[in-house]
């Protein structure tokens, strides 16, 4: 493999701790409280192994196809040739001009819903985290679901994405990769993307991209300790959607939020029946800035 940073001996196949840590449970459910422990082990006791690529298929897709040989990776790519994101949609950009990470662990415990679902808001909030450090004189917000959004003198564009993807076994999930990128360089959109985008750079904010992508990896890590419902009600925070007023693809009337569940669904209530819903797919979802 192509990369920078080559594999540790003692963290291939997973370290002794890994292993060891691994042992202690059975396969049934366990305690938020290990939960946790099994998150601040990635942290402190095992660091990913890094790998940075020239040209990759797909930071996801790499990462997967490491984590038959490694618990914890972090892909990075010059390039990515089949980039994507929600439901397989082409994700865009130039050699060199942006971000394009994902990060991987394999699961050691069986990990609940609501911890599965917290990735997305751990993904999210690193990348908006590091985008307003570099860029503290733009106006950046999250966009359900998965939508990192900047003021541009045009209105909103998207700047980031993030997807996240689990691997089951039956029903319990074996790994997760976090996958983030961000439109940093770029500066020239293709015509067959609906929505608004833009960049750092045409936002005037000059950063290069090794900085963002150590700055990524901090917070990702940082976010990797804390517990689910506190990545929850950050993530519910930040897109700041309660009370608002919401279209549903395919649905007649207007919706009212009352929650996002801890699964990250929403919950609406139809202004004029009363009748509640639960939106379990966030892209037929459309509400006013």
């Known amino acids: ?12 196949n997973g370290s002794v701790a890994q292993v060891s840590f691994a042992r202690i449970f059975t396969n049934k459910l366990v305690s938020p409280i290990v939960v946790q422990f099994h998150n601040l082990f990635y942290k402190f006791v095992l660091r990913p ?24 990776v972090l892909v990075t790519a010059q390039h990515q040739t089949a980039g994507r994101g929600r439901k397989g949609r082409a994700w865009h950009g130039d050699y060199g001009a942006n ?34 450090k570099h860029g503290p004189g733009v106006q950046f917000r999250l966009k359900y679901p998965n939508d990192v959004q900047a003021l541009t003198s045009e209105g909103w564009g998207k700047i980031a994405g993030v997807l996240v993807e689990h691997e089951f076994h039956g029903s319990r999930c074996i790994s997760t990769i976090v996958g983030m990128g961000i439109n940093v360089e ?24 090794s900085s963002l992508l150590n700055d ?18 950050s993530w519910v925070n930040e897109l700041d959607m309660s009370g608002k007023e919401l279209r549903i693809a395919d649905t007649e009337g207007i919706w009212k939020l009352l929650r996002i569940a801890s699964d990250g669904r929403l919950i609406v209530r139809n202004v004029v029946t009363q009748m509640e819903r639960t939106v379990t797919d966030g892209d037929t979802v459309r509400y006013q800035d």
């Open 49 to 72: 192994i890094e790998f940075h690529l020239p040209i990759v298929s797909s930071t996801n897709d790499y990462a997967k196809e490491l984590l038959g040989s490694y618990p914890y």
């Open 1 to 12: 493999m192509d990369c920078i940073q080559r594999k540790s001996t003692a963290q291939k």
């Open 99 to 132: 971000i394009y990470a994902s990060v991987g662990l394999r699961h050691s415990v069986d990990i609940g819903t609501d911890e599965l679902s917290a990735y997305m808001g751990r993904g999210a909030l690193s990348v908006l985290r590091v985008l307003r």
């Open 216 to 233: 990524l990896r901090d917070e990702m890590a940082d976010l990797m300790t804390r517990p689910w419902f506190d990545v929850h009600a």
């Open 186 to 209: 770029q500066h020239v959109f293709p015509d067959t993307i609906a929505q608004r985008c833009t960049s750092l750079r045409l936002l005037d904010v000059g950063v290069a991209v």
